[in-house]
């Protein structure tokens, strides 16, 4: 019985091995500002609520954590926690957690998806929480030895929440931070 299974069982070790020896770790963090901001839905029966960062600066920490399966490619969990107090003037606030992917090409250049939720937030708002947004960034890095400097746009749509219509809500940041590889 032994030897019908030692072949599957070195098969299996020589094609997992390589993968296991390659299995890179990542951590970012970054100060994110969002720039512009659209609920897509009105107040006091208006046209749809809109700010800017020259309305208000809302203060955000970005905490990534990466696996790279393959060196160009990471499954990411993101965290985001906004460091000025929810508010229902804005209702972009507060935490959001969520599974991403990120391309890291060669160069300085890198581009990553992901699925935040919002999990906490004024209930005062114009929109739910959870409410689920698409986000696409990209940006620049800068190899620095064993870390990176890093910026980026991101451009997160509404995708779930009640009172939220597909890609009716849009928010334009840009963040700078550390990326460290290892």
């Known amino acids: ?7 599957s069982l070195v098969l299996t070790a020589v094609v997992v091995s390589p993968a296991a020896a390659r299995a890179d770790w990542g951590i970012r963090g970054a100060y994110l500002v969002p720039m512009y901001a ?30 790279y399966p393959i060196s ?10 906004n460091l000025t107090g929810t508010n229902s003037q804005y209702p972009f606030t507060g935490i959001y957690v969520g ?11 890198y581009g990553r998806a992901a699925v935040p939720i919002q999990v906490t937030g004024s209930s005062a708002g114009s929109l739910s ?3 689920m947004f698409l986000r696409l960034a990209g940006g620049l890095k800068l190899e620095l030895f064993v870390f990176r ?3 980026e746009v ?3 749509f509404a995708m ?23």
């Open 99 to 109: 599974p991403g992917v990120t391309l890291d090409f060669p160069l300085f250049l």
């Open 154 to 156: 991101i451009f997160d």
């Open 38 to 67: 659209n609920t897509g839905q009105s107040t006091s029966g208006g046209s749809s609520y809109h700010y800017s960062v020259g309305d208000e600066w809302q203060s955000n920490l970005d905490f990534i954590g990466s696996w």
């Open 72 to 81: 160009f490619l990471s499954i990411d969990l993101e965290g985001q926690f």
């Open 129 to 131: 929480t959870p409410t």
């Open 160 to 182: 779930a929440g009640s009172g939220v219509t597909f890609f009716g809500s849009q928010i334009v940041s840009v963040s700078a931070g550390l990326w460290l590889k290892f």
């Open 1 to 7: 019985m032994l030897r019908r299974l030692l072949p």
């Open 149 to 151: 400097l890093y910026l």
